[in-house]
């Protein structure tokens, strides 16, 4: 069975509060970043022309399945990285901090008013993936504000509760994997996981200017539908 989240257009900073934030349910927001800087400037040719030379990191899994056994990193430089990604190579820049990784783009990040009261302890992660890249099932301790800039992704999540159906992996808590699911969720073992029927997909595609918030404890995994780039800003907890 699967569900829908709210899919909002416009949302003053204090009803995000008050219906979303407090309330731990995540929402959609159409079109919200529109009008931000990086929405309107990054694309490909755009982070060549700023970071180009600069190594960074990537990484490699010839299955897509980013996070599992396979996936090798690499240091490259961005613009042949970026060759790379735009070829539709298993390679991509995951998850890396801005302020640390790329500050040549931080002038760019003006706060997106809808967060501005956690901007004071807020990290934001590029993402910049050829499509059919997975990041497997697992939540985050944290509130997750994520913002499309190109191209397209889709998420599927599932509310805390379903946890008991989701296998979550135990056997690596010592790592911290057990935020993991161990249900491969682009093609379930049924026989393996039985109970994984059980859970509710709710099931969210993001085009460029598309928010989506989720809370934390939310289980979801992303997949890129075409060469995309994207952002991750989150925050602990109060």
């Known amino acids: 069975m699967s569900v829908t989240i709210d899919c909002i257009s416009e949302l003053h900073p204090r009803n995000f509060y008050h219906f979303y934030y407090r309330r731990q349910r995540p929402v959609l927001l159409s079109g919200a970043a529109q009008a931000w800087l990086p929405c309107q400037k990054w694309t490909p040719d755009y982070l060549v022309a700023r970071l180009g030379e600069k190594a960074v990191k990537v990484f490699r899994n010839d299955t897509r399945l980013f996070g599992l056994p396979g996936t090798q990193s690499h240091t490259l430089p961005f613009a ?6 735009l070829a539709e190579a298993p390679y ?21 008013p809808l967060l501005s009261p956690w901007q004071a302890r807020m990290e934001m992660l590029l993402w910049f993936s050829p499509g059919d890249c997975v990041t497997p099932l697992h ?47 682009t093609q379930p073992d049924e026989e393996q996981f039985p109970l994984f029927r059980r859970a509710t997909a709710i099931r969210v595609e993001l085009g460029a200017g598309d928010m989506l918030y989720i809370p934390p404890g939310w289980w979801h995994a992303v997949k890129s539908l075409d ?9 602990e907890p109060s």
């Open 92 to 112: 991509r820049v995951r998850g890396s901090p801005i302020r640390e990784c790329y500050p040549e783009l931080w002038p760019d990040l003006e706060p997106l």
């Open 227 to 235: 060469v995309e780039i994207s952002l991750t800003n989150y925050w």
């Open 139 to 185: 939540y985050d301790p944290w509130h997750t504000c994520f913002v499309q800039v190109y191209g397209k992704k889709r998420f599927t999540l599932f509310a805390p509760a379903d946890a008991p159906w989701l296998y979550p992996d135990e056997a690596a808590a010592h790592s911290g994997q057990k935020r993991a699911s161990r249900v491969d969720i």
């Open 80 to 85: 042949a990285a970026a060759q790379l990604i």
